[in-house]
């Protein structure tokens, strides 16, 4: 039989849909399963195998295309379909606020409140004490200026379309001065010149990269100049022979010739983490002190809330944005409201959410702590196999998220290398586990820190490399 005869007699043993429809309905597994997507599955994986069978790099068998092993892929393929796109994950890559894997964890209190509102309704825009419509901004207006000191605030869906609406609102069709070397790169491609072009402002940069000086915006401004906008570099640090003209500065400069000052602070911050023998960082309250109209910043960096941009600024400008259409379409949920209130409540007592808010307790961990938790790892996994070869090791944590720059956070990672098994193949197998395991590879080796790992995380990631010891063996 020639190779073109054996493929077309595969295709033609291929089962047919209604016949593993039929396999299919005396199977308890597919009980549940929408008819439409059992279709869809079996469709999928018949043009799968008439694909690899066409296919000379493969090598096909009839086993391949029984009925009972086709069956067990559709099976495989309605669980991959059902299965939640979104899960959770375990980061042992010690960049704190990681982007890619959701940013800040929430606290329990948070948690608890989200819970709370989800399964009931709520307040979202009802006025308790009037018994008349209300409006969502009010739910934590309150307690942003209590911890603040600003005059008002509002929140939206992140801090991007924040420095949005704040642009569209105080600036369209007219000048911001900016200086040249705060023209940044915000993530995904996203730059304030980008921004503030689609707002309609017309961008006015001043100085040079390294230096900017206050004589530069000075001579910038003309009359159709409506807004000086500061932004922190949070995420790049420029070093050597810089200089740049403080928000203070800024903030008279606009007093006098009467031009709104705004600050767009990033991953803003209301602790101070000097505190705490790391890198000083301007605070929200530092910013509101100095008197500009107008500051915005992330929730969900190093304030360790939910997704979501916050305006805090003169009871007059604000009452402008939230007036702009753009404000609605901008506007957060009630469970990123809840989340956030939960959040901001915390604050109050700055010991407590230090303690409480994940972000900054890692942020702030003592290296002792980090070694005992290693040492925990480093024996879970000396118990599974001989097979399994680990060691802690000094290494560099991260803030992430566009925070902290220069910041380097001494900490403890616990290496791993297993007989017969490659680096990559370990990276991709505990990034394949379910919860998956993000290290990454260093040195020839598999690298988890201490650090990002949850205390009750320790005990799951033992269970993924009893995963690999086992389908190694079984290899």
Same mark, same amino acid.
């Given at each position: 039989?020639?190779?073109?005869?054996?493929?077309?007699?595969?295709?033609?043993?291929?089962?047919?849909?209604?016949?593993?429809?039929?396999?299919? #309905?005396?199977?308890? &597994?597919? %009980?549940?399963?929408?008819?439409?997507?059992?279709?869809?599955? *079996?469709? @999928?994986?018949? =043009? +799968?195998?008439?694909?690899?069978?066409?296919?000379?790099?493969?090598?096909?068998?009839?086993?391949?295309?029984?009925?009972?092993?086709?069956?067990?892929?559709?099976?495989?393929?309605?669980?991959?379909?059902?299965?939640?796109?979104?899960?959770?994950?375990?980061?042992?890559?010690?960049?704190?606020?990681?982007?890619?894997?959701?940013?800040?964890?929430?606290?329990?209190?948070?948690?608890?409140?989200?819970?709370?509102?989800?399964?009931?309704?709520?307040?979202?825009?009802?006025?308790?004490?009037?018994?008349?419509?209300?409006?969502?901004?009010?739910?934590?207006?309150?307690?942003?200026?209590?911890?603040?000191?600003?005059?008002?605030?509002?929140?939206?869906?992140?801090? #991007?379309?924040?420095? &949005?609406? %704040?642009?569209?609102?105080?600036?369209?069709?007219?000048?911001? *001065?900016? @200086?040249?070397? =705060? +023209?940044?790169?915000?993530?995904?491609?996203?730059?304030?010149?980008?921004?503030?072009?689609?707002?309609?402002?017309?961008?006015?940069?001043?100085?040079?990269?390294?230096?900017?000086?206050?004589?530069?915006?000075?001579?910038?401004?003309?009359?159709?100049?409506?807004?000086?906008?500061?932004?922190?570099?949070?995420?790049?640090?420029?070093?050597?022979?810089?200089?740049?003209?403080?928000?203070?500065?800024?903030?008279?400069?606009?007093?006098?010739?009467?031009?709104?000052?705004?600050?767009?602070?990033?991953?803003?911050?209301?602790?101070?983490?000097?505190?705490?023998?790391?890198?000083?960082?301007?605070?929200?309250?530092?910013?509101?002190?100095?008197?500009?109209?107008?500051?915005?910043?992330?929730?969900?960096?190093?304030?360790?809330?939910?997704?979501?941009?916050?305006?805090?600024?003169?009871?007059?400008?604000?009452?402008?944005?939230?007036?702009?259409?753009?404000?609605?379409?901008?506007?957060?949920?009630?469970?990123?409201?809840?989340?956030?209130?939960?959040?901001?409540?915390?604050?109050?007592?700055?010991?407590?959410?230090?303690?409480?808010?994940?972000?900054?307790?890692?942020?702030?961990?003592?290296?002792?702590?980090?070694?005992?938790?290693?040492?925990?790892?480093?024996?879970?996994?000396?118990?599974?196999?001989?097979?399994?070869?680990?060691?802690?090791?000094?290494?560099?944590?991260?803030?992430?998220?566009?925070?902290?720059?220069?910041?380097?956070?001494?900490?403890?990672?616990?290496?791993?290398?297993?007989?017969?098994?490659?680096?990559?193949?370990?990276?991709?197998?505990?990034?394949?586990?379910?919860?998956?395991?993000?290290?990454?590879?260093?040195?020839?080796?598999?690298?988890?820190?201490?650090?990002?790992?949850?205390?009750?995380?320790?005990?799951?990631?033992?269970?993924?490399?009893?995963?690999?010891?086992?389908?190694?063996?079984?290899?």
């Amino acid at each position: 039989m020639t190779i073109d005869e054996k493929k077309q007699k595969l295709l033609q043993l291929l089962p047919g849909v209604d016949h593993l429809l039929d396999m299919a #309905a005396l199977e308890s &597994f597919f %009980c549940n399963t929408p008819r439409s997507l059992l279709v869809g599955s *079996i469709q @999928s994986v018949l =043009e +799968l195998l008439r694909n690899r069978i066409m296919d000379d790099r493969h090598e096909i068998t009839y086993l391949d295309i029984s009925d009972a092993l086709v069956l067990t892929k559709v099976k495989e393929k309605v669980s991959s379909v059902l299965a939640p796109r979104l899960i959770r994950t375990i980061n042992a890559t010690g960049v704190v606020v990681h982007t890619n894997l959701g940013r800040s964890l929430l606290s329990a209190a948070a948690v608890a409140n989200i819970v709370s509102v989800a399964q009931s309704y709520s307040n979202l825009e009802f006025d308790l004490l009037k018994g008349s419509r209300g409006s969502r901004h009010t739910i934590v207006e309150d307690i942003l200026c209590e911890l603040t000191g600003a005059e008002a605030a509002m929140v939206v869906n992140n801090n #991007a379309g924040a420095v &949005f609406v %704040c642009l569209d609102t105080l600036a369209k069709g007219k000048k911001v *001065i900016v @200086s040249r070397g =705060e +023209l940044v790169e915000i993530g995904g491609s996203f730059r304030i010149p980008d921004v503030m072009a689609k707002s309609g402002a017309i961008l006015k940069e001043v100085g040079t990269t390294n230096r900017t000086h206050k004589k530069d915006y000075e001579f910038a401004i003309e009359d159709d100049t409506s807004l000086l906008l500061k932004v922190h570099t949070s995420n790049y640090s420029i070093v050597g022979f810089t200089a740049n003209v403080s928000l203070n500065e800024l903030v008279c400069l606009g007093n006098k010739y009467n031009i709104p000052v705004m600050e767009d602070l990033g991953s803003g911050s209301f602790i101070d983490f000097s505190r705490y023998g790391l890198l000083k960082e301007p605070t929200i309250q530092e910013s509101v002190m100095s008197g500009v109209d107008v500051v915005t910043f992330s929730g969900d960096k190093l304030l360790g809330g939910p997704q979501a941009g916050i305006i805090l600024g003169k009871k007059n400008i604000i009452d402008d944005i939230k007036q702009n259409p753009l404000a609605r379409a901008l506007r957060i949920d009630k469970f990123t409201l809840a989340a956030l209130e939960s959040t901001l409540c915390l604050y109050r007592d700055p010991e407590k959410a230090v303690e409480s808010i994940p972000t900054l307790k890692m942020l702030t961990r003592p290296l002792e702590e980090i070694q005992e938790k290693a040492g925990v790892l480093l024996k879970m996994l000396g118990d599974v196999s001989e097979n399994i070869h680990c060691e802690i090791i000094n290494h560099n944590s991260r803030a992430g998220g566009g925070a902290l720059p220069l910041l380097e956070l001494p900490s403890k990672c616990v290496s791993v290398k297993i007989d017969n098994v490659s680096v990559n193949q370990i990276e991709a197998m505990m990034r394949l586990n379910r919860p998956p395991v993000i290290g990454r590879i260093d040195d020839n080796r598999f690298i988890m820190d201490l650090r990002t790992i949850q205390d009750h995380e320790i005990a799951m990631i033992k269970d993924a490399f009893i995963k690999i010891i086992s389908k190694n063996k079984a290899g």
